[in-house]
């Protein structure tokens, strides 16, 4: 059965940092995009960020470029969100899910790990 | 950035009615235009992906189209598990965009 299981998240303070996981399991990681999808309480989805396949491609929401890293381990079957300089407007539901970039739906999501920043 | 717009924006509707949502992108996206739908406090659920193809294990009742910038999700006949959120979402390129969504309420 294909899973996506994210890690990571909790409170952190206004300007501080976080890294989210992701562990894939049942597909074959290294040959799909990736992408990082946020949900603020009662709004709708924002696509965060994508990487290609072998990691060599990565894509951000412009409003996110330079705070954002994204980043996969294929020899671990795992993705990665580092977060520098959060905000209170990421807090927010943070989603992994396979595909998303290079012509790709959306097709398997995670659980989501919940990242709030406040003081 | 390609911005995506879905209406309407809330809808409500009877068991058994057909209903149509549109999502209308600011450039030609052709094929690449997804649909989700969203249960509250639940994963978004890919439907349809490249504008019409059904994803594995959607019913039926559920159907795209559109081509260009104009796109339709259609659900034949509406059933009580498909009250939940619509979102619509292009994979032309990056970034990738959602519209905002559209809350299918029972009338």
């Known amino acids: 059965e294909v899973h996506l299981l994210e890690s990571g998240g909790g409170l952190v303070q206004p300007g501080g940092s976080l890294r989210l996981s992701c562990a894939a399991s049942?597909?074959?990681?290294?040959?799909?995009?990736m992408s990082w999808v946020r949900q603020a309480p009662g709004k709708g989805l924002e696509w965060v960020s994508g990487?290609?396949?072998?990691?060599?491609?990565?894509y951000y929401a412009d409003s996110l470029r330079g705070r954002f890293t994204i980043s996969r381990d294929n020899s671990k079957s795992t993705l990665y969100l580092h977060m520098n300089s959060l905000r209170a407007e990421d807090t927010a539901v943070y989603y992994c899910?396979?595909?998303?970039?290079?012509?790709?739906?959306?097709?398997?999501w995670g659980q989501g790990t919940t990242v709030t920043v406040s003081s | 950035d390609i911005q995506m717009t879905q209406s309407p924006s809330s809808l409500s509707a009877s068991v058994g009615d057909r209903v149509t949502i549109t999502c209308r992108a600011s450039?030609?996206?052709?094929?690449?235009l997804n649909w989700y739908q969203q249960k509250p406090g639940k994963v978004p659920k890919l439907l349809i992906y490249?504008?019409?193809s059904l994803y594995s294990g959607v019913p039926s009742r559920f159907s795209g189209s559109g081509s260009g910038t104009d796109f339709t999700l259609t659900i034949s006949s509406l059933q009580p598990e498909d009250f939940a959120t619509y979102y619509c979402q292009q994979s032309y390129n990056t970034p990738v965009t959602f519209g905002q969504g559209t809350r299918l309420e029972i009338k």
């Open positions: 990487i290609s396949d072998s990691g060599s491609g990565t």
């Open positions: 490249a504008t019409s």
């Open positions: 450039q030609s996206i052709s094929p690449y």
């Open positions: 049942g597909f074959t990681f290294s040959d799909y995009a």
């Open positions: 899910a396979k595909g998303g970039v290079s012509g790709t739906a959306m097709d398997v």
